[in-house]
């Protein structure tokens, strides 16, 4: 079967943050050792409450692959992808690229392999 040229997107923005937990002093870490619970808590209550919920799409996710890097998500289709340390930072994230389509550049994160 082939593809269409152009399919149809059901979010403007679709949000995958790790969720992953590892016992504490798992070797490889994990972004839910690194307290990104709350973090992902409050940025799905900022989407709600922010009246995105219809166009920015929000999941949990299992390990991104880059567990000591953590707390990770990544924003599609633009690809960015965050590390949020602190609440605030959930709250940079959301006013820059979420509802002002701009980086919220300090807390970028390149990933390499």
């Not at 995958?16 to 050792?33: D, K, L, N, V, W």
């Not at 690194?34 to 992902?40: M, R």
């Not at 990544?74 to 509802?99: A, C, M, N």
Request: glycine share 10%; with cysteine.
């Amino acid at each position: 079967m082939e593809l269409p040229e152009e399919l149809p997107q059901l979010y403007k923005r679709h949000i995958f943050a790790c969720a992953t937990q590892r016992p504490p002093m798992h070797p490889r870490g994990s972004c839910g050792a690194s307290g990104a619970q709350p973090l992902w808590e409050k940025l799905g209550k900022k989407i709600e409450e922010g009246g995105l919920s219809a166009d920015v799409g929000f999941t949990l996710a299992g390990c991104m692959g880059f567990c000591s890097a953590g707390p990770l998500m990544v924003i599609y289709p633009e690809g960015v992808w965050y590390r949020p340390q602190k609440e605030e930072d959930i709250d940079t994230i959301f006013e820059s690229h979420l509802k002002n389509d701009q980086l919220a550049e300090d807390l970028v994160v390149v990933l390499s392999r």
